[in-house]
């Protein structure tokens, strides 16, 4: 029961990251208000891919 849970949040961690990645132009138009929004962009994107693999890794070493 507890490795379904966990393969659920990693589940869930890992679409939040892929979410990050392709919304992230939408996403930081709408957080944040300063001029670069192509650095804040690209920075958005690489979390979101730390935060996809992350879920990925929980998901792999449950399995």
């Known amino acids: 029961m507890l490795k379904l849970i966990f393969v659920i ?8 990251g892929v979410i990050m990645i392709y919304d992230a132009r939408k996403l930081t138009q709408k957080l ?5 929004q192509n650095e804040a962009t690209a920075g958005m994107k690489i979390l979101g891919f730390v935060i996809a693999i992350v879920g990925a890794l929980m998901i792999f070493f449950q399995m």
Not at 9 to 16: K, Q, S
């Open 32 to 36: 944040f208000g300063f001029g670069d």
């Open 9 to 16: 949040i990693g589940v869930l961690i890992t679409l939040l």
